[in-house]
């Protein structure tokens, strides 16, 4: 469905929602009106949520109700599963079924922009200050988030970039190799990975590198910038270009070419969902994984159950052409959005914001952030210590609220930890390392009224295209004859209009 058609829909929505509220305000002339924010048992506001599920298991029961308890909420809060979270937030948004407070990815968020203008979630900018957390949320993050000038979501935070490799670092020792740190000597892991037998069992089923059929948080992305690609849109002649219009971008792609041309890879990647790469990784098929550090912990702790010996390992250098450099997001993975149709009243939408506001405070944050004392974690004076016995249990119990936390990095009131888990804290390291040398995007802030209408048509063109040439189907001129496509198809007036944008700011 075209951008003009989910418009179109929201607007009928809308109209028809009125009218049923014209109905509905006639019908409580004769009646007394229902608490309907109300939890009947207890008079708790209900806060409900749409929040992703990034760890096998939602957060214990006993978690949920000391979570109840602090804030004085009733919790209804729907985990997805990170892996479909995308197709089932947009089947919300366009059958009007959003919960109170949903939770829309960086990624995302353009796509949800036509639906905020129109109308369909709160305005929170002007609340904040009602708050004492929220009034100190970064005004830079939210200056990145604003639509028109305007803030409507409350951010998760994250570093400027978590991309980086993860390893297997038992079959780096078992071959004799040693961690790369050039892009030719991570060719050379990933093919002795294939060939060389890394698992010492004498037969051939593996394979380097593990990927999956996503560009972005792929393994694409983080080494198109290792190549030199710009993120996203780059600056040549004093005009905005896209990125694939670089060589690095060939580069890239006949990189992967020559990955799944000598069958270093997983052959069906371009249709390899996330958890079936995870599984690839897990079940010891592949031992070379791209993306965000942070999913090492988990892949490490899943690995282990199966074979207890397996070993990862983490680097974030990779030398390319022009040093080392990897791509950069905003520093907000994604927020939580008010839904109109869910939250009828400003009352209500207070309570929404009062639950955020209470989740940054000292016991909420860190019960959130690390469980019960005693059960998952110890305190060792001002600092948490995270014993290797309770892993698993805070896998099993609490890592996924991590997801409901907002700016968590920047709060003083999360306690840091004395001893991290091994891998965890490794790959927070190594992102950090990565602010040395980040690639930021030139059009973020910028507005291109051609990208928010036809992003979505437009990146298929270059996203079908890029995916054909790595798999032989079309050469490269083919391929710029699709570059040329998306040029005609409105790519051409979305680098006019960035162009613009960014010269006259």
């Not at 075209?2 to 929505?13: E, F, M, P, T, V």
């Not at 830079?140 to 297997?168: H, K, M, N």
């Amino acid at each position: 469905m075209g951008n003009g058609s989910k418009i179109a829909g929201l607007r009928i929505s809308c109209r028809f929602f009125i009218a049923c509220l014209v109905l509905i305000t006639c019908a409580s002339c004769a009646t007394s009106p229902a608490p309907s924010k109300r939890n009947d048992d207890n008079a708790m506001p209900t806060i409900s949520i749409m929040a992703p599920l990034h760890f096998p298991h939602p957060p214990s029961g006993e978690i949920i109700t000391m979570l109840e308890g602090l804030t004085n909420v009733k919790l209804d809060i729907n985990w997805v599963p990170d892996g479909i979270y995308t197709d089932k937030m947009n089947t919300a948004l366009s059958t009007n079924s959003l919960k109170k407070a949903t939770f829309v990815k960086h990624t995302d968020y353009i796509f949800v922009k036509n639906a905020i203008r129109s109308g369909s979630f709160w305005e929170i900018g002007p609340y904040l200050e009602q708050f004492p957390n929220l009034r100190h949320l970064d005004a830079g993050i939210l200056g990145q988030a604003a639509i028109d000038g305007r803030i409507y979501g409350l951010y998760t935070e994250r570093p400027s970039s978590r991309q980086g490799v993860i390893l297997r670092e038992d079959w780096l020792d078992n071959l004799g190799l040693g961690k790369p740190g050039t892009i030719e000597e991570l060719y050379e892991v990933i093919k002795q990975f294939t060939l060389g037998d890394p698992d010492r069992n004498g037969q051939k089923d593996t394979v380097g590198l593990a990927d999956r059929n996503d560009l972005v948080f792929g393994a694409f992305k983080t080494l198109s910038s290792y190549f030199g690609t710009p993120n996203n849109w780059g600056i040549k002649d004093k005009k905005i270009v896209p990125e694939f219009e670089t060589a690095p971008y060939m580069d890239t792609m006949n990189f992967m070419k020559r990955l799944y041309d000598e069958q270093l890879m997983n052959a069906d990647f371009a249709v390899t969902s996330k958890e079936m790469q995870r599984d690839i990784i897990i079940r010891g098929g592949a031992g070379v994984y791209i993306g965000s550090m942070t999913d090492v912990q988990r892949l490490s702790d899943e690995a282990k159950q199966i074979n207890p010996e397996a070993r990862f390992t983490l680097v974030n250098r990779i030398q390319g052409p022009e040093g080392y450099r990897v791509w950069s997001i905003p520093n907000y993975n994604g927020l939580y959005l008010f839904s109109k149709k869910a939250i009828r009243t400003e009352e209500e939408l207070l309570e929404q914001l009062a639950f955020f506001d209470r989740t940054m405070d000292k016991d909420v944050a860190n019960l959130m952030r690390y469980g019960i004392e005693g059960k998952h974690y110890n305190m060792a004076g001002n600092q948490v210590q995270l014993p290797e016995e309770t892993s698993q249990l805070r896998v099993t119990e609490v890592n996924a609220l991590y997801a409901l936390m907002i700016a968590d990095l920047s709060n003083p009131n999360v306690l840091k930890a004395a001893e991290k888990e091994t891998m965890w804290e490794m790959a927070e390291r190594l992102s950090a390392d990565n602010d040395k040398f980040i690639v930021k995007d030139p059009t973020i802030g910028l507005e291109s009224k051609t990208y928010d209408e036809k992003s979505m048509e437009l990146y298929k063109i270059i996203s079908d295209a890029t995916y054909q040439y790595m798999l032989g189907q079309i050469s490269a001129q083919g391929f710029y004859e699709e570059v040329d496509r998306w040029k005609r198809s409105g790519g051409s007036l979305m680098m006019s209009e960035y162009t613009d944008a960014y010269f006259q700011r």
